[in-house]
């Protein structure tokens, strides 16, 4: 005798995720990540424009340092060839280059302000004044003091 045969539908929930559901994660987790990376971008030009202006103030401290311990007067000329590089040089005869440094081209020095500062034999400075470096919207001024040939950066 022939028995009935029974099939029974088994409801089985499967663990996985359906091909839309992949997608909609992975656009989301795009978009969040994108959107994370555009003040990336700013975060390390304002990294890079900070180690710049380091590098510089570095730089000038170490002209102040050479022309009191050399007793020789420094010249720092940073619109020379057109503005593409800081120079470091003795201003006495022969000339001696101590330093000579690229400016990034994002930077443009203004004109409106000095373009070259001696350190004296004493360690101060020929005159005072401000120099000051664009980036765009930015402006970072550097400002030679009156007296003992101080200086600081500061954003307008």
């Known amino acids: 005798m022939m028995g009935k045969e029974s099939f029974q539908l088994v409801n089985r929930k499967e663990g996985g995720f359906t091909l839309l ?4 994660v992975l656009a989301v ?3 969040c990540f994108g959107a994370a990376l555009v003040p990336l971008r700013t975060v ?4 890079r424009d900070r ?7 570095r730089d000038l401290f170490a002209a102040q340092a050479y022309a009191v311990a ?4 420094v010249r ?4 020379e060839a057109g503005g593409s590089h800081y120079h470091i040089y003795t201003y006495e005869q022969p000339r001696e280059t101590i330093m000579l440094r690229e400016i990034p081209d994002r930077f443009l020095l203004d004109r409106r302000g000095i373009n ?3 350190f004296l034999r004493t360690g101060t400075t020929n005159r005072f004044g401000t120099m000051y470096f664009t980036a765009g919207e930015k402006s970072t001024k ?4 009156i007296g003992r040939g101080r200086f600081y950066f500061s954003e307008e």
Do not use: G, P
């Open 116 to 118: 070259s500062i001696t």
């Open 142 to 145: 550097l400002t030679f003091l």
């Open 51 to 57: 180690q710049f202006f380091e590098q510089v103030e």
């Open 29 to 31: 987790f795009t978009v």
């Open 70 to 73: 050399k007793n020789k007067n």
């Open 76 to 79: 720092v000329d940073f619109l």
């Open 44 to 47: 390390a030009e304002n990294v």
């Open 21 to 24: 559901e992949m997608m909609i």
